[in-house]
C-alpha cells in the first residue's frame, strides 16, 4: 500500500501563494490517481482538484478554478497543488489522497494546516 505525507502547509495573507507537496512512498505511484482534499472547522471533507495516473486529466472544485493548479511528477512521486490568490475561506487542513487505480482502494495522508488571514 502507498504511504502519503503532505508539506507545504503555513499562514499566508489573502491574495497570497502556497505550495503544497504529497510525497508518496511504498507502492508504484503512476498506478494512483490523486487528489487534494480539504476541510475547514465545523465542515465536511471536500473536493478540492485531482490528477489523473499520467496527468493528462485534471480536475477541479469550482471554487478553487483558475486559482489552483495540480501537478504531479513521477519520477519523484509527488503530487503538487499550486494555490494562488488565496482567500479566507480557502483556510482548512488539506489532505492527499490516492486512489489505486485497478481496485479504487483510496489512502490518506495525514493532512497539512493552511490558514489565510484576511
Known amino acids: 500500500q502507498v504511504q502519503l505525507v503532505e508539506s507545504g502547509g503555513g499562514l499566508v495573507q489573502a491574495g497570497g501563494s502556497l505550495r503544497l507537496s504529497c510525497a508518496a512512498s511504498?507502492?508504484?505511484?503512476?498506478?494512483?490517481?490523486m487528489a487534494w482534499f480539504r476541510q475547514a472547522p465545523g465542515k465536511e471533507r471536500e473536493f478540492v482538484a485531482a490528477i489523473s495516473w499520467s496527468g493528462s486529466n485534471t480536475w477541479y472544485a469550482d471554487s478553487v478554478k483558475g486559482r489552483f493548479t495540480i501537478s504531479r511528477d513521477n519520477a519523484k512521486n509527488t503530487v503538487y497543488l499550486q494555490m494562488n490568490s488565496l482567500k479566507p475561506e480557502d483556510t482548512a487542513v488539506y489532505y492527499c489522497?490516492?486512489?489505486?487505480?485497478?481496485?479504487?482502494?483510496?489512502?490518506w495522508g495525514q493532512g497539512t494546516q493552511v490558514t489565510v488571514s484576511a
Open positions: 511504498g507502492d508504484t505511484f503512476n498506478m494512483y490517481a
Open positions: 489522497n490516492a486512489e489505486r487505480n485497478y481496485d479504487g482502494r483510496g489512502y
